[in-house]
């Protein structure tokens, strides 16, 4: 089974521009707000049609992200712009149910493997999010 959601948005590069010499309550604020849209996108995996995740959250699984953006990053400002969608995979925050949970870690030794990607796509930016099986788990 694959699952895929999009979340819209803005992608920012965390790490270049105002938002690297912010203070750390308007980076805290950027990346709630990343993750909550994230969370409202996964969600609909459990509540809207299509199918429903089967696997629990410590299956490996192959993640990919495929970032819509204006401009192009570059590898390390892409993977900090998607941090917190990343993070986001991992639970909601409290008084939400625990099982929304599509992975248990995002560290190297959790089994899942990450990919990031990106597009020049102006008309409708955000951030595409593939979750599937991954039977090799981090060996791939």
Excluded: C
Excluded at 76 to 89: I, N
Excluded at 109 to 117: N, R
């Amino acid at each position: 089974m694959i699952l895929e959601v999009f979340v819209p948005g803005k992608l920012t590069n965390p790490l270049n521009g105002s938002l690297s010499r912010a203070h750390w309550s308007h980076k805290h604020r950027w990346s709630t707000a990343w993750k909550a849209a994230t969370w409202v996108e996964t969600a609909k995996l459990w509540t809207g049609p299509g199918p429903t995740p089967t696997w629990t959250p410590e299956q490996p699984k192959r993640v990919t992200f495929m970032a819509h953006t204006a401009r192009l990053f570059d590898e390390t400002g892409l993977r900090a712009a998607l941090k917190p969608a990343e993070d986001a995979l991992m639970g909601w925050p409290q008084a939400h149910p625990t099982h929304w949970r599509l992975i248990h870690s995002d560290a190297p030794d959790s089994g899942h493997v990450f990919v990031y990607d990106q597009v020049i796509d102006r008309a409708q930016r955000g951030v595409r999010i593939t979750i599937e099986p991954h039977p090799k788990g981090a060996t791939a």
